[in-house]
């Protein structure tokens, strides 16, 4: 069974950083690439940031390049992301996502994790 667990929200200040971890299991983790997306209160779940399964290929959503970071763990089941600078607008529910497809990530991943908080204040 497919399972992604992220960790790592919680409370930071404006311009703070907080590093976000996604733990995947239950499938073959180099035929996966692996993502990131956002829902704030009130609007609409959004695309963040994914990687593909060697860590070499990542795509951004252009309001957050620059400022987010997405990585992968040697072992490759584990995928970071890093939000530097953070703002008040970034607070959201972060939500990992998996899908045999680079493309099809972006938009609607296979998997998805049960979310972790983030909130900023200003």
């Known amino acids: 069974q497919v399972r992604l667990v992220e960790s790592g929200g919680g409370l930071a200040q404006d311009g703070g950083s907080l590093r976000l971890s996604c733990a995947a299991s239950?499938?073959?983790?180099?035929?996966?690439?692996m993502g990131w997306f956002r829902q704030a209160p009130g609007k609409e779940r959004e695309f963040v940031a994914a990687i593909d399964w060697s860590g070499r290929t990542t795509y951004y959503a252009n309001s957050l390049k620059g400022r987010f970071t997405i990585s992968r763990g040697n072992a490759k089941n584990t995928v970071y992301v890093q939000l530097n600078n953070l703002k008040p607008e970034d607070t959201a529910v972060y939500y990992c996502a998996a899908d045999t497809n680079l493309v099809e990530i972006r938009s609607i991943p296979d998997y998805w994790g049960q979310g972790t908080q983030v909130t900023v204040s200003s």
């Open positions: 239950g499938f073959t983790v180099v035929a996966y690439a």
